[in-house]
């Protein structure tokens, strides 16, 4: 493996025991504490789709006339990544991408998609982050969270969005929370989701994993500043993980608390 790939595992390894560890699996006892999980973990399906699609657009030509640029095996590394990850499989063999899949099994299971789908289509008519927050009440942390994977992506630096794809997305789910998705799943109003994790997870923790380790890699080369980039926004971007794991561990206990004491009275 690449000296400066170890380099940065090593160093980001604290970080990524604290994410896989956090306190929000154990709080994860029935569908309505999921439910919680699922309407703010969308958000980072969401930007992970765009950071995909900025990698799209800063390694290939994707523009008429269209034109040869960068190398042909970075062409090749992200166009296969996204391949799998805008076009996979449903459950029942037809095409999705993966946030399509994910909105599929929120709905499955009774989450309220409202949210995700005002802040995207506010998005998409104005363009204006603040205002698409503001009109779905997005949580502080989930704004905090795509806030982040925006200024990677307005940096137009194809290393930094390589590194904190490679880094500091999906594969930090732990076995904890596959455990629980098990158990849960006795109720078939879940079991798109767990195909999602099976899926999403089977994808990106082996083939992709290894895709976008190379395109890092590629992109960085033997530039000792963009290593040290790549290692500092590799590092905010699982504080970034860890906040919004946070967020949803506060919203799970607030609900707890107030459907207590609904019951108490």
Known sequence: MNKQIEKIIIKSENLRQQIINHEVYSYIKNIDDLKIFMQYHVFAVWDFMSLLKSLQNELTCTSVPWFPKGSA???????????????????????????ELYLESMQQCGADISQIELFVETLKKTGNFEEAYN??????????????TFDVIKSNKAHLQAAIFTFGREDLIPSMF???????????????FKYYLDRHIEIDGDEHSHLALKMTSNLCEENVEFWLEAEIFTLKSLEKRIELWDGVLKQINQNKKASAEISYS
């Open 73 to 99: 095996e970075n062409r090749n590394l992200i166009n296969e990544i996204v391949v799998g990850e805008e076009s996979d499989l449903d459950p029942e063999g037809n095409r999705k991408s993966h946030f």
């Open 135 to 148: 009109f779905s009440n997005t949580p502080i942390e989930c704004q905090s969270f795509v806030n982040f």
């Open 178 to 192: 596959f455990s629980i998705v098990n158990d849960l799943n006795k109720e078939d109003s879940i079991s798109k």
